[in-house]
């Protein structure tokens, strides 16, 4: 691997691109990056990878002129040395382009005014030529296969859609300016399978034009698809940077962790149970149309499918966080005509949304606040707030769902990277106390494999001691692993349900694309 890396370092077949040497920053006590040096050549696809917290975003927003990094930093791009700090001025003459984790859509605005502020083409005095403006950005979005108008409201989009719409924006040059650098922090969470191929074949293109494009994901898979290096980050070190055809997945974890990982899946033989916790029948709501199922006790049932076809919404509607036209839901049988969240979760019911640091937790309260919030009652004695034990069990909590860094309970929730929030906010719904049912939307959305393993274990406890879970999630292999049951959905309604020696991941995607499947 050592070998590769040396080769690779010297294998710049478009140009020396750019190249930071030597960056370091330190956010007060936390060092988060640690003399990291990387080159990105002309017109390859490099791939940055490493645990939550390992330091890529914060890389990333050094370049983007967010952070100044700490002294003795440099960056040559084109062979030119460029001062640092950079900026936000200087990185868009540079040719730096970059599409962030959170996206940053202004969910009040068309698609259109999303992807062109900063571009629009002015006429007679200074008019904006809506009409051409139009058309331009119907084009991108036809380009990267999306029906969409480009009159669109933002809020109106799914987390897909959004971030399809950041990546154009991503992409746009003025007159005269070309891209030197693309970057890419976690593209692919928000998008399923057919968003992410058309996202490669979008990305392959832009490389024949000589940009140096980083992307930063969590799935090896990926890496071996689109990249052509792929540098490792451990705590804020560059542990090394290898070719991709040369390396393997095995030694890339190796590289992550820092030692071999078993599978990530906990062990799928469990008994049977069949007391009814949560039946839906005939509900209807946004895309769905005419669902109905029956989540058991100590069962695993998995809503999926394609985008727009409606197991993202059954999660919400399920819950009461989106309002359902028709049907009725009962649950651990009580009828709910009309479901809301409180009702829910006076029920038993909890819901893990897909996008949690914006619909499940507050950025400037700390990481305890967060995760008590639900339960907090449940720690007063006489009159007074049980400090040690909050502390002692939120501590507990974080370990468990190995939030970085150890011992940030103190720390704002915006403070931590986007995967570690993921967790702790997670961490928050398995404390709740009486909890019968969790409905999980995305759960290990932009959460590294370590993590991930540990999420699926607590899961598993939890489904052993008879919580029933409902996961609305487009990762066929975890479905696959994870479910007892698997309902695929085409046009909001339920389209197949698998189950046993059927449920595997390639049968999934199958029902998933077509609709002549045989049963
Ligand atoms: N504004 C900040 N203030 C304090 N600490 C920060 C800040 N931003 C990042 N950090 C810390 O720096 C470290 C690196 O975070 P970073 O967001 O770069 O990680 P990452 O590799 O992008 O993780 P993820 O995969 O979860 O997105 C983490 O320990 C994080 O808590």
New binding site residues.
């Given amino acids: 691997m050592v070998r590769a890396m040396v080769e690779a370092s010297q294998d710049q077949e478009h140009g020396p691109g750019l190249s930071v040497k030597n960056v370091s920053?330190t956010?007060?006590g936390?060092?988060?990056?640690s003399g990291v040096s990387l080159d990105l050549a002309a017109g390859e696809i490099h791939a940055l990878v490493?645990?939550?917290?390992?330091?890529?975003?914060?890389?990333?927003?050094i370049l983007a002129g967010y952070?100044e990094p700490d002294g003795g930093a440099t960056l040559e791009v084109g062979g030119k040395l460029i001062p640092l700090p950079l900026h936000p001025g200087a990185v868009n003459g540079l040719g730096f382009r970059f599409v962030h984790?959170d996206l940053g859509i202004a969910g009040s605005l068309s698609i259109l005014e999303n992807v062109r502020v900063g571009h629009f083409a002015t006429g007679y005095a200074g008019r904006i030529r809506w009409s051409q403006e139009r058309a331009l950005v119907a084009k991108l979005l036809r380009d990267f296969g999306v029906d969409m108008s480009p009159d669109t409201p933002c809020e109106r989009l799914s987390q897909a859609e959004k971030a399809i719409v950041a990546i154009i924006r991503g992409l746009q040059s003025r007159p005269g300016e070309r891209p030197t650098l693309l970057v890419l922090?976690?593209p692919t969470a928000y998008l399923p399978p057919p968003e992410i191929r058309r996202l490669f074949v979008a990305v392959r293109r832009l490389r024949e034009t000589g940009v140096a494009i980083v992307f930063?994901t969590?799935r090896l898979d990926e890496v071996k698809e689109l990249s052509d290096r792929v540098s490792v980050?451990r705590d804020?070190h560059l542990v090394g940077t290898y070719k991709t055809e040369e390396t393997t997945e095995s030694a890339l974890i190796r590289a992550i962790i820092g030692k071999d990982l078993d599978s990530v899946y906990p062990n799928n033989a469990r008994a049977a149970r069949d007391k009814p916790v949560l039946e839906v029948r005939g509900l209807c709501g946004g895309p769905v149309a005419d669902v109905s199922f029956t989540l058991h006790e100590g069962e695993v049932l998995g809503v999926t499918g394609l985008v727009g076809m409606g197991h993202d919404e059954i999660a919400y509607l399920a819950f009461g966080g989106q309002a359902s036209s028709s049907g009725t839901i009962r649950i651990d049988g009580t009828v709910c005509r009309s479901l809301n969240p409180r009702t829910a979760i006076e029920l038993g019911v909890g819901l893990v949304p897909a996008n949690r640091q914006r619909d499940s937790g507050i950025q400037s309260a700390t990481l305890k606040e967060n995760v008590t919030i639900p339960v907090l009652g449940g720690y007063f004695r006489c009159g007074t707030l049980d400090h040690a034990g909050e502390r002692r069990d939120v501590t507990a909590l974080l370990d468990a769902v190995d939030v970085?860094?150890r011992g940030?309970q103190d720390?704002?929730l915006?403070?931590?990277?986007?995967?570690?929030?993921?967790k702790a906010l997670l961490a928050k719904w398995l404390n709740v106390p009486g909890l019968r049912i969790l409905i999980l939307h995305e759960p290990t959305q932009?959460?590294?494999l370590g993590a991930r393993k540990a999420i699926f274990e607590l899961l598993r406890n939890a489904v052993d001691s008879g919580m029933a879970i409902l996961l609305a999630s487009a990762e066929y292999e975890d479905l696959a692993h994870l479910c007892d049951r698997v309902v695929v959905m085409r046009h909001g309604r339920p389209a197949a349900e698998l189950s046993g020696a059927d449920l595997t991941e390639e049968r999934i995607v199958e029902h998933c694309y077509r609709s002549d499947v045989p049963q």
């Fill in positions: 920053k956010f007060g936390t060092r988060a990056l490493g645990q939550n917290g390992s330091g890529k975003s914060t890389l990333f927003k952070h984790q922090d976690e930063s969590h980050l804020g970085r860094p940030s720390r704002a915006a403070t931590l990277s986007g995967g570690n929030q993921q932009g959460v590294d």
